[in-house]
């Protein structure tokens, strides 16, 4: 069984467009409690660029095996971090990262900052 967890970045049409993601890219999931459409909002950052989208929350958006906002909310404090898997005409798709793997991809990337 895979331990692996996997979310959709939807409205990245209305940002920059889906050719700013490339597999293997790092991209940080901030948690907006006072996000006026979602009480469970997930914003998609990819530095240096700030928000490229948020984390599918619709049974409408929400691909056949990846999580909802909602499903993964109250699994870390105010952010995670993800990392690019697919990205094809009409999806995004994020595999989570767990704290030790999050820690590894951060050093080898050589993207470890200082957290806001």
Not at 5 to 23: D, N
Not at 55 to 65: D, H, M, Q
């Amino acid at each position: 069984m895979s331990d692996k967890r996997y979310v959709a970045v939807v409205g990245f049409r209305h940002l920059y467009g889906r050719k700013i993601f490339k597999p293997e890219q790092i991209v940080k999931l901030v948690k907006e409690p006072d996000n006026a459409f979602d009480d469970e909002a997930i914003r998609v950052e990819l530095k240096p660029i700030g928000k490229v989208g948020y984390v599918a929350n619709s049974t409408n958006t929400v691909p056949r095996g990846c999580y909802s906002a909602g499903r993964i909310y109250d699994t870390f404090d105010r952010f995670c971090y993800g990392i690019v898997r697919f990205v094809t005409k009409e999806t995004v798709i994020v595999e989570l990262l767990d704290k030790i793997r999050m820690q590894i991809v951060l050093v080898e990337t050589g993207t470890i900052h200082q957290s806001n």
